[in-house]
Each structure stands twice: as C-alpha cells, then as structure tokens.
C-alpha cells in the first residue's frame, strides 16, 4: 500500500474526510456563538439598567444588576415606556430594591360608566378599597369618564392619611398605543403628568396595559405615590 493510500485510510477510519467540517465541531462552535451573543445582549441591557439608574440617582447593588435589567426588559416588553415617564422609572427601582414606602396598597377597584344624549350627561362611577396601614378606606366618585372618577375616589381615600395630595393636581393625561397588529394584542400606554397646583416643576408617569382603565389606573398609583415620596423627601 502506498503512503498516500495508507493516509487516506487512516483518515477514512477515523472518522475525518479531507475537504469537510466535523459535524460535533460545527455543532460546538455554533453553540460557543449562541452563548455569546445571549450574553451580549445581556450586558447591554445590564449597561443600560445601570445608565438609567444613574439618572434617577440610584445605586443598585452589583449583584441585582442582572435581575433588575431582565426585569425592567419585561416591563418594556409589556408595553411600559419610561422615555417620557422618569417618576414611574424612580419606584420602579425603589419597588424592585425594596426601597419604596407602602403608602397605599388597592384592594379592589370598579369602574362603570353610562352613555348620556350628550357629553354633560355621559358619567362614569369609581367604587374604590384602599388599604392604608391598618386601615382599609372605601370611596365611590362620580366623574367625567373613568380616569376623572378613579381619580376623585383615590384622592378622597388619601386625604385622611396624607394631607399632602390636595397640594397635588393632574395637570394632563395621554394614550398612545404602544403593540398590536394582526394576531397581537393591543396594549396601551397612559402618561400622566402630575404635579403642585401653582409650581412649574410637574412630573410624568406611565402605566401600560391591554385594558385601558387598568392603565390608567397604574399609572395615577405611580402619580400618587410619587407624590407622598417627594413629600417624604422633603420632611426628611
């Protein structure tokens, strides 16, 4: 047997042919990439979590740097936008961090609202249960549509507790739709900006749901809450 035969034996029984890839490294490589990128994305998000942390003026620990960022990814993925919502970025990091005050927690929340001939007579009704410390408030308010009625209740429950809110006012509110298309459910986005009835320095918050009332509802807890924390700080 020539050598040049005998060499093409051996890499026969082997298992390797001259001109082609082993499939168990290919297979390997394409892993090693697949690991890479993952992680990739994974430190962008992390660097990101991390620069909006820094801009709210908050320092999150090394260790819950990866779970905050995979957390605030679901938040996005679920419609939240925090561009134009920076209050509801603040207690996103407190709540997660552990950091925020329980000032209120809902217990439950209903909302109806009737048609009228015109837009005077068009009401909506907002049947609200607060838990505020040991206490448990219960509010019903009738507004102009269901954000103004939800609102009314809300304030009427806080008042009470913390006589800071009847400085506070909702000065604008907006919906944008922020997913949907064929086969996806639409989700939207309210912003509201809050604020100090004669001060120029308002706030904005978010909330993002596939129902609107819900939205709206989170993002009035956020205006609130908010609220009581710059009163807190100020106390301080």
């Known amino acids: 047997m020539s050598k040049k035969e005998n060499c093409l034996m051996t890499s026969k029984n082997s298992g390797y042919s001259t001109g082609s890839t082993n499939p168990l490294f290919a297979e390997a490589h394409s892993s ?87 837009e005077a007579e068009a009401k909506s009704t907002a049947t609200l249960k607060l838990r505020i410390g040991n206490e448990v408030e219960h509010r019903v308010a009738e507004g102009v549509g269901p954000v103004d009625a939800i609102n009314k209740a809300l304030r009427e429950a806080l008042q009470p507790h913390y006589k800071q809110v009847e400085e506070f006012a909702l000065r604008d509110y907006k919906v944008k739709t922020v997913m949907g298309g064929k086969g996806t459910e639409s989700r939207v986005c309210v912003l509201i900006t809050f604020g100090k009835k004669h001060a120029h320095t308002p706030y904005t918050v978010q909330g993002a749901d596939a129902n609107l009332e819900k939205a709206s509802w989170l993002a009035l807890r956020d205006a609130y809450a908010y609220c009581l924390l710059l009163c807190l700080r100020n106390d301080s």
Do not use: W, Y
Request: with cysteine; charged share 25%.
């Open 32 to 118: 090693s990439a697949q690991v890479a990128a993952k992680r990739q994305k994974e430190t962008a998000l992390e660097n990101n979590l991390r620069s909006k942390a820094t801009q709210c003026g908050i320092s999150v620990p090394q260790e819950k740097v990866h779970d905050l960022a995979m957390a605030l990814k679901k938040q996005e993925l679920g419609g939240a936008d925090f561009r134009d919502a920076r209050a509801s970025l603040v207690l996103f990091f407190q709540r997660q961090l552990g950091t925020l005050p329980n000032f209120f927690e809902m217990i439950k929340a209903e909302i109806t609202s009737s048609l009228g001939n015109d």
